[in-house]
T-cell receptor, first 113, second 108 residues
């Protein structure tokens, strides 16, 4: 199915562990995004990649790193997980400079204990 | 920066009722998006509507850019319409600024 695929769907980490969330899109979109959503809240932008080869910080980048591996893939890494990073993480993609076609993945529910 | 406000924050309706959700934004924009997050957490793109009116089945949206608001109409509500409805507009870096959402509960 066309769209945005995120893996894993669920993950439990111990404090201090590291992990990488994977995201891939097959819509040939230029721009990709990582958001986090805390319970009862809206989405907050962590990092984004306007085009292949570029990445920029969003609203809440601390504790995260990203890699735009190619046009299709955009990964999010937690180097040393903290309980404050317990959240649901969403990847999204869109055409550059447009909201049209903005598409989300199904999310990764991450718990850090 | 641009501020986005949504109202009402919560809405509880009986199945079959109609509803209007509002999104106000503080500065002129040339794009606006409505999203629905269902009770399972999935985010669905509803409308890309920088201006004018669009309809998709029982849902329609109108954006009046000159007056800095957008409305989402849901007619003949069904329980599957429950969830949170977000509007979002781009800032000068073309990153989305999100409203806090309207939580809609449709009772059978």
């Amino acid at each position: 199915n066309a769209g945005v695929t995120q893996t894993p769907k669920f993950q439990v980490l111990k404090t201090g562990q590291s992990m990488t969330l994977q995201c891939a899109q097959d819509m040939n979109h230029n721009s990709m995004y990582w958001y986090r959503q805390d319970p009862g809240m809206g989405l907050r932008l962590i990092y984004y990649s306007a085009s292949e080869g570029t990445t920029d910080k969003g609203e809440v980048p601390n504790g995260y790193n990203v890699s735009r591996l190619n046009k299709r893939e955009f990964s999010l890494r937690l180097e040393s997980a903290a309980p404050s990073q317990t959240s649901v993480y969403f990847c999204a993609s869109s055409e550059a400079g447009s909201l049209d076609g903005y598409t989300f993945g199904s999310g990764t529910r991450l718990t850090v204990v | 920066g641009i501020q986005v406000e949504q109202s009402p924050p919560d809405l509880i309706l009986q199945e079959g009722a109609n509803s209007t959700l509002r999104c106000n934004f503080s500065d002129s924009v040339n794009n606006l998006q409505w999203f629905h997050q269902n009770p399972w957490g999935q985010l669905i793109n509803l409308f890309y509507i920088p201006s004018g009116t669009k309809q998709n089945g029982r849902l329609s949206a109108t954006t009046v850019a000159t007056e800095r608001y957008s409305l989402l109409y849901i007619s003949s509500s069904q329980t599957t319409d429950s969830g949170v409805y977000f509007c979002a507009v781009p800032d000068s870096n073309y990153q989305l600024i999100w409203g806090a959402g309207t939580k809609l509960i449709i009772k059978p």
